[in-house]
C-alpha cells in the first residue's frame, strides 16, 4: 500500500531555531512531492515541489530535500519565526496513482518567541 | 478569480438531508480536486477532474457521493442522504495542467466546513 508519514506529529522550538521536518514514503515511483503549510481554518498553501529528477528545492528559507530511493524528503526552515507556526504536510505524486496527491498526517509546528 | 472559490464556508444539516458544495477553480486550470479532511483521518482524495470528465472517481467513499464539472469550471460536490460520518472539511483545489503531466503548483480553496447533526 502507498503510504506517507510524518512524524513527529507535533514539534515546538524556540524562535531563531532551525526547522527539520521530515517525511517518508513507500514506494520510490513517484512523479514529485510538495510540501504545504496550512493555518488553522484555512486551506493549504504550496511551499515547494520538487520533481522526481530534482534532489532539492529552495525558496528563502526554505529548502526541500527527496531521496527517492529511501522514500524520504525533508522539509528544512532556517531561523524559524513565529510566523512560522502552522501545520507542514507532505504530499506525493505516485506513478501508479494517477493524478491524485497522498498526503501524511502533517507536523503541527510551534514557534515560540 | 484570484484564488480557488469554495461555498459555502460553513454548513449544518440535518442527518438525511442532501447538501451541495461548491468550487469555482482559478481561471484557465484545467485540472480540478476535491479532497476531505476529517478528525483522525488526514486528507483523503475523493475526485478530479481534467475538464469535464472524471477519469478517477475512487476516492469517493459511497454512492451518496458524486461530482460534476460543468464548462471546464465550477465543479459541485453532492452528498445525498448525509450521515454523521459525513461531517469534515471538503477542499477543492486546481492546477493548470495534471499533476503528471508536468507537475506543477496546485492551489487549494479554503473549503467548505460541513457538519451533520
Known amino acids: 500500500k502507498q503510504e506517507v508519514t510524518q512524524i513527529p506529529a507535533a514539534l515546538s522550538v524556540p524562535e531563531g531555531e532551525n526547522l527539520v521536518l521530515n517525511c517518508s514514503f513507500t514506494d520510490s515511483a513517484i512523479y514529485n512531492l510538495q510540501w504545504f503549510r496550512q493555518d488553522p481554518g484555512k486551506g493549504l498553501t504550496s511551499l515547494l515541489l520538487?520533481?522526481?529528477?530534482?534532489r532539492e528545492q529552495t525558496s528563502g528559507r526554505l529548502n526541500a530535500s527527496l531521496d527517492k530511493s529511501s522514500g524520504r524528503s525533508t522539509l528544512y526552515i532556517a531561523a524559524s519565526q513565529p510566523g512560522d507556526s502552522a501545520t507542514y504536510l507532505c504530499a506525493v505524486t505516485w506513478e501508479a496513482a494517477g493524478n491524485k496527491l497522498t498526503f501524511g498526517g502533517g507536523t503541527r509546528v510551534l514557534v515560540k518567541p | 478569480g484570484a484564488g480557488v472559490s469554495q461555498s459555502p464556508s460553513n454548513k449544518v444539516t440535518e442527518k438525511g438531508k442532501d447538501v451541495e458544495l461548491r468550487c469555482d477553480p482559478i481561471?484557465?486550470?484545467?485540472?480540478l480536486y476535491w479532497y476531505r479532511q476529517s478528525l483522525g483521518q488526514g486528507l483523503e482524495f475523493l475526485i478530479y477532474f481534467q475538464g469535464n470528465s472524471a477519469p478517477d472517481k475512487s476516492g469517493l467513499p459511497s454512492d451518496r457521493f458524486s461530482a460534476e464539472r460543468t464548462g471546464g469550471s465550477v465543479s459541485t460536490l453532492t452528498i445525498q442522504r448525509t450521515q454523521q460520518e459525513d461531517s469534515a472539511v471538503y477542499l477543492c483545489?486546481?492546477?493548470?495542467?495534471?499533476?503528471?503531466?508536468?507537475?506543477?503548483?496546485?492551489?487549494f480553496g479554503e473549503g467548505s466546513w460541513l457538519t451533520v447533526v
Open positions: 520538487i520533481q522526481s529528477s530534482q
Open positions: 483545489a486546481s492546477s493548470l495542467r495534471l499533476q503528471r503531466l508536468d507537475g506543477n503548483t496546485i492551489y
Open positions: 481561471s484557465g486550470h484545467t485540472a
